[in-house]
């Protein structure tokens, strides 16, 4: 079941008045004419290019990560994963400048471009009448599946970063706010959450960054390895009384993408250990996504620099200090 009667609508907004740099204007016209299907091919190939044969500091991180998390294959094995995660992050850059095209658009047309599988998970989750916290991981064509989607569910909101550079940001941010995706600051943003979820909103939140202990974070195994993680979906749903459900996205053999909703969670109990544990076993389910299709995954982002052992957050940190909580996730 799609939620159309509570489609919050796309904002009338001309691409060519979206700010941004010229060049980038520029591409997002050009995209603007072609499938998804052309964008992601044309994308994947430049991205397998860059991977080939442009020395960027970056892929010493890519390296570092697929030694430490895949110790046991070979480094030919660990670059065809670097090479495809390389191709999947340029097929997903080039949707997204492509995504203007889904203003003209027939709610039809977009619904066909994202497959969801075992949608009745999130039906029955959302039919508690409390909102759902939808978990998930920077994988497949992450951006597209949001802006895809947003008319498919009673209103979408999603936690996201800041580009550093500034007039990317302000064309990434403006882009996906016009089609009907309600943007929210990672710092300061709970009690706006907490009232989507009350409303019977979907809020998404990406579990695979980095978020420092110092900052409201927990030290979780993840990939054998200790990695700094944030509590916000947790913590979020708990205060929220509402459910987690954990979201999947993957990029078929075809380049289509699909959106496997798991059986929800029930919200955890105001206590620490138990918010830590289930933040554990959703970081392992993450870690299994990515192992099925590990060439999907942002293997770019440094997800283990300067890891903390121990977790040594106060109750009052996560409690009192609410921007701390949803602290710097996002996208």
């Known amino acids: ?96 400048l492509g995504v203007a095209s889904l203003r003209a658009m027939t709610p039809a047309e977009a619904t066909a471009l994202v497959t969801f599988e075992h949608r009745e998970h999130l039906d029955a989750a959302l039919a508690l009448g409390r909102g759902v916290v939808l978990v998930t991981a920077h994988l497949a064509g992450f951006d597209l599946i949001a802006c895809a989607s947003a008319h498919r569910l009673p209103a979408l909101h999603v936690v996201t970063r800041h580009l550093h550079a500034r007039g990317l940001d302000a064309w990434w941010q403006t882009t996906r706010a016009s089609l009907g995706v309600h943007l929210h600051d990672p710092v300061g943003s709970m009690t706006a959450l907490l009232a989507a979820l009350r409303a019977g909103g979907c809020v998404a939140m990406m579990l695979d960054q980095r978020v420092y202990v110092r900052d409201g974070g927990v030290t979780v195994d993840f990939f054998g390895r200790g990695a700094e993680t944030s509590l916000a979906p947790v913590v979020l749903a708990a205060r929220a009384h509402c459910p987690l459900v954990p979201t999947r996205f993957v990029r078929d053999a075809d380049g289509r993408n699909r959106v496997v909703f798991e059986a929800p969670i029930a919200p ?28 999907q995954w942002l293997w770019l982002h440094d997800r283990w620099r300067r890891s903390t052992v121990g977790n040594t957050v106060s109750i009052r940190t996560l409690r009192g200090r609410s921007a701390r909580a949803i602290n710097r996730l996002g996208r």
Do not use: K
């Open 268 to 295: 955890p109990p105001g206590r620490r250990d138990a918010w830590i544990a289930l933040t554990q076993s959703l970081t392992a389910r993450v870690e299994a996504w990515i192992r099925a299709a590990p060439e």
């Open 1 to 96: 079941m799609d939620h159309g009667a509570n489609l919050t609508p796309p904002l009338d907004v001309d691409n060519r008045a979206i700010p941004g740099p010229w060049w980038l204007r520029v591409l997002a016209r050009w995209a603007e004419g072609r499938t998804f299907c052309t964008l992601a091919r044309f994308g994947g190939r430049l991205g397998g290019w860059v991977h080939d044969f442009v020395p960027i500091r970056r892929y010493t991180v890519v390296r570092r990560n697929l030694r430490d998390s895949y110790p046991g294959i070979s480094s030919d094995d660990r670059n065809v994963i670097a090479r495809g995660a390389y191709v999947s992050l340029g097929a997903g850059v080039f949707e997204t």
